[in-house]
């Protein structure tokens, strides 16, 4: 055994052995990957697992890992077997609400470059014969997907890891601790002897919390035991030679999958109560108790769709752990322990492409694919608490074949994180909705009443885009537009930096020059080494030295670790995450300065408080500091104080704003308000895969000054020039709808995607946005959005389609 190593990857499944090869691919050097059981059989979930991998995904990110996986494993040989088998999979539909699902998924496919074909009955039948037609509404047919021998896929990445000369690999050596020095990794402490090391990469996914545990990294995910079996050999499938010919189905209106083996078939179902099991509890396999009940609805289900399964033995059964997280994705990248990474929470379909993206992740500090869901830094720590990660957890497992409307909300646990003023938000009937814990309405009900005020100005809605909306929203939107609204931005993640070295050290963070005067908002980014966008976000200087920064909920905690992983360790500065300590309003409308006037004695004219400035005001008897910005586009404020004087805020501008017939607006209004001024959303609109220049932000890139973080790639990206653009579109037809990640289309070419859609209330347009090659960038071009099996035409449109010269939002 080593006793020394540069990197040692613990978990030899096909993610650590698929780490490993990539890695050694990008030069590493001097690592050792260990497993507690045999290579490359490991007894994890690898060694159990069916090895299908069905590509569709509706996060762009998952999609292109698994396209990635699809590609790594297709020419692999382990002991000269073929380990992967390109038989194509497709996907069914026994219900018409599903075989709209397929006709999304299609969309998704189609947006993300991996193909797929609508499928009749008679079709499904066609490559399937043993599928009763007559039971189906339709599928899809993903040509690419198939399946793999899972250990033996991981074998044949390990050998070719080890043959590049960087990697060696040990069976039978079980991790028992991880010893840190001055709070680094130092050593990783095995039944075996000890071995000292700069880096630790774990992937032991259904173990993963044990280890992570001892250096204080918690892993909000569990282990779920998951039944499938194999019959005895059929009639039907007597000609059958290889391992697998036939396409794998999946069946997900009964949470099923099935594919053929050898000479038999092979059910698997998540269709039972999931079966939850501690990781201090899995042992030493990823195998558990077979269970009659649990998988007796799968028989029965299974002999509706395949006639041919009637009364067949199932002679294998298998009850193997798979691991599912609070919110359905995988855990990679740094912690917040330095030198310790985690790639834990993946399957095999996403294997491939997991290796890939840390090793880019470990040696460039960036990755190719936007890593924003599967950031292991994501997470609040309400998130991590036993509560939560056993009731989401166990709530994953029940979806997993579910169709989820993207605005569907939890069901538990709910009233996590409530603002100070949320009975206030009760009483005006607020529909609920979940951000990153916080209770924020959608919509609220006392404003119906608005609806007879600007009926004519806002569309109905019918079908699967008028769940979870109402057209309360769009009079909410016309009300702040018109008059002025209160907001609940309590979700808003609030950061001081502060020190004698805070201005420098946020100056190479950002993009945007931020040596401003006391008093001066700044708009900027966070970038990464390739000029992607990390994080989007708001930088205030309240005194000399020191720096509000204000950020999404969503990305919040993201933020908050690139700032700490990033901030100079010799006492110059100090991050700390106050969210918790002080509460926000918006007040924002045209009407918003009279509002505000009425409560405070300080002077809040454009000329003492332009846009893009801040400073301490009261307001009554509360001390208030208010940034001048409105993400809605008007005139206003965002209102900060602390989180216990939170409720009386809202009642006195509450009862100032009355007599200017002030609402309470919620999320929707929020949404449609920003997209009609052209605002950019974090995580959707911009993210890493996309720079300041393509996004229309380069007006906030400051060039000129010293050295930041993504400043040598933008300086070639602008000399180079960029070949996509974010481009604002309107619908020609005003029936059109979109919600987003639709495929936008010239004639069969694919341009993009819709990153955000909504309707514009006032510029009476429904408004979509997406990036586009340069060339169709250019306005009044025409091209189509594919929405289910809709086509709609759109055309590019100068932006921002409100008050493009912003008076009314520096009035």
């Known amino acids: 055994m080593r006793k020394q190593a540069n990197l040692v ?50 996060s762009r990110a998952m999609c292109k890992m698994a396209q990635y996986t699809v590609d790594l494993l297709h020419d692999l040989e382990y002991e000269g077997e073929r380990c992967w088998y390109p038989v194509g999979a497709i996907e069914v539909a026994i219900t018409e609400a599903r075989m709209q699902e397929l006709w999304r998924r299609h969309g998704f496919a189609t947006a993300y470059d991996l193909e797929t074909h609508i499928l009749t009955p008679a079709e499904v039948h066609e490559k399937v014969p043993m599928i009763d037609p007559s039971v189906l509404k339709g599928g899809i047919h993903i040509p690419s997907d198939g399946d793999g021998k899972a250990w033996m896929c991981a074998g044949a ?75 005895e050999p059929l009639p039907e499938l007597t000609h059958e030679t ?171 646990p709910r009233n996590v994180r409530l603002a100070p003023f949320h009975a206030r938000l009760k009483e005006q009937k607020g529909n609920f909705f979940v951000s990153s814990g916080w209770e924020a309405a959608q919509w609220y009900e006392e404003n119906a009443r608005l609806l007879e005020k600007y009926d004519d100005q806002i569309p109905v809605r019918s079908g699967w885009e008028a769940m979870n ?41 950002a993009a945007n020059d931020i040596d401003k005067p006391v008093g001066k908002v700044v708009y900027t980014s966070f970038l990464n080494e390739s000029g992607g966008i990390k994080a989007d976000l708001t930088i205030t200087r309240v005194s000399e030295n020191t720096y509000w920064v204000l950020t999404g909920a969503g990305g919040g905690p993201q933020d908050l670790a690139w700032i700490r992983q990033h901030a100079p360790n010799n006492g110059s500065v100090t991050v700390r995450d106050v969210t918790s300590q002080f509460t926000a309003i918006g007040l924002w409308g045209p009407e918003a300065r009279h509002v505000l006037e009425t409560v405070t004695g300080d002077d809040v004219s454009n000329d003492a408080l332009p846009y893009f400035s801040a400073k301490a005001i009261e307001i009554d008897t509360i001390p208030a500091y208010v940034l001048r910005v409105s993400y809605a586009g008007e005139l206003g404020w965002e209102i900060y104080c602390t989180s216990e004087q939170g409720l009386r805020l809202w009642d006195i501008l509450w009862e100032a704003g009355q007599r200017h017939g002030i609402i309470a607006a919620g999320g929707g209004a929020f ?39 993504g400043r040598e790639a933008l300086l070639k990206i602008k000399e180079e020039g960029i070949r996509r ?75 921002p389609l409100y008050d493009p010269k912003g008076e009314k939002l520096k009035a």
């Open 9 to 58: 990857i613990i978990g030899a499944g096909i993610v650590g052995c698929s780490a490993a090869y990539h890695l050694t691919k990008l030069g590493w050097k001097d690592i050792v990957v260990i497993d507690q059981g045999p290579l490359y059989d490991t007894g994890g979930s690898t060694s159990h697992a069916p090895g299908i991998i069905f590509e569709i995904n509706g």
């Open 157 to 231: 990445l390990a050998l070719k890891a080890i043959a590049s000369g960087g990697a060696e690999f040990y069976g039978h050596t079980l991790a028992t601790d991880i010893e840190l020095e001055n709070g680094n990794v130092h050593a990783v402490v095995t039944d075996q002897g000890r071995i000292e090391c700069e880096h630790v990469l774990l992937c032991t996914n259904i173990w993963g919390s044990v280890l992570a545990n001892k250096v204080g990294v918690t892993l909000p995910m569990m282990a779920c035991a998951h039944h499938y079996a194999i019959t």
């Open 242 to 412: 290889e391992w697998i010919s036939q396409p794998c189905v999946r069946h997900q209106d009964r949470s099923m999958y099935f594919r053929q083996w050898e000479q038999a078939y092979c059910t698997g179902s998540y269709r039972h109560e999931p079966r939850l099991v501690s990781p201090y509890d899995v042992g030493k396999d990823a195998y558990h108790t077979w269970r009659d009940d649990d998988f007796a609805v799968a028989i029965e289900d299974a002999n509706h769709l395949y006639p041919a399964l009637h009364g067949r033995e199932y002679v294998s059964k298998i009850n193997g752990m798979f691991v599912f997280s609070v919110d359905g994705f995988s855990m990679m990248g740094p912690t917040h322990v330095p030198g310790f990474w985690t790639a834990v929470g993946i399957w095999v379909t996403h294997a491939g492409g997991a290796g890939k993206s840390i090793a880019e992740w470990m040696t460039h500090g960036d990755t190719e694919w936007d890593m924003r869901e599967m950031n292991v830094a994501r997470f609040h720590d309400y998130q991590l608490t036993k509560r939560y990660i056993h009731l989401r957890t166990a709530q994953n497992y029940r979806e997993v074949y579910d169709i989820i409307h993207p605005l569907t909300q939890m069901e538990e």
């Open 469 to 509: 909306w109402s057209r309360i929203q769009g009079a909410e939107h016309l009300a702040v537009r018109e008059g002025v609204g209160l907001f609940n931005l309590s979700s808003f993640m609030k950061i001081v930096v502060d020190g004698p070295g805070a201005t420098q050290f946020l100056n190479y963070l």
């Open 671 to 709: 949404g449609s308000l920003r997209l009609e001024k052209g605002y950019r959303f974090w995580g959707v609109d911009i993210h890493t895969e996309y720079n300041p220049y393509e996004a229309g932000l380069g007006w906030a890139v400051r060039l000129g000054k010293e050295n930041f973080i």
């Open 725 to 799: 653009k974010l481009c604002c579109m309107t619908f020609d037809d005003p029936q059109a709808i979109a919600l987003g990640k639709e495929p936008i289309l010239k004639g069969d070419k694919k341009l993009g995607y819709v990153t955000s859609a909504d309707y514009g209330y006032n510029v009476g347009k429904y408004i979509v946005y997406g990036y586009l090659p340069i060339e169709y960038a250019e306005e009044g071009t025409k091209v189509e959005v594919q929405y289910f099996d809709q086509h709609y035409t759109a055309t590019v449109t100068a932006e």
